[in-house]
């Protein structure tokens, strides 16, 4: 059975830093683009980053220069790294994967999702 685990949520103050991690287990993920995406309360899920096999990246707008998508692909481990969190980054923050690009990005049609880790910053 497959299962996203992220961790590294927590309260923050502004300015603050925090990096989350997602571990697959299951099986392997080998070629699979990873992203992470979030939800804050009363809206709908948001894009956050994406990092294909290769390692290309994409970001967010709103998060572009402030977090950093990795990943070990031989672990089956995701990382975002979150540097200058402010009171909008608060929301629940989802790893997923899929074999498409597309999907990772949109979020539409994912095939694995982890029950989310939770980051609240205060002003």
């Known amino acids: 059975q497959v299962q996203l685990v992220e961790s590294g949520g927590g309260l923050v103050q502004a300015g603050d830093s925090l990096r989350l991690s997602c571990v697959a287990s299951g099986r392997t993920f080998l070629g699979y683009p990873m992203g992470w995406f979030r939800q804050a309360p009363g809206t709908e899920r948001e894009f956050v980053a994406a990092?294909?096999?290769?390692?290309?990246?994409n970001y967010a707008d709103s998060v572009k220069g402030r977090f950093t998508i990795s990943r070990d692909s031989a672990n089956n481990t995701l990382w975002l790294q979150m540097n200058a969190l402010k009171p909008e980054d608060t929301a629940v923050y989802y790893c997923a994967i899929d074999r498409t690009w597309r999907a990772v990005v949109s979020g539409v049609g994912v095939e694995y999702w982890g029950k989310g880790t939770l980051v609240t910053v205060s002003s």
């Open positions: 990092i294909s096999w290769p390692g290309t990246t």
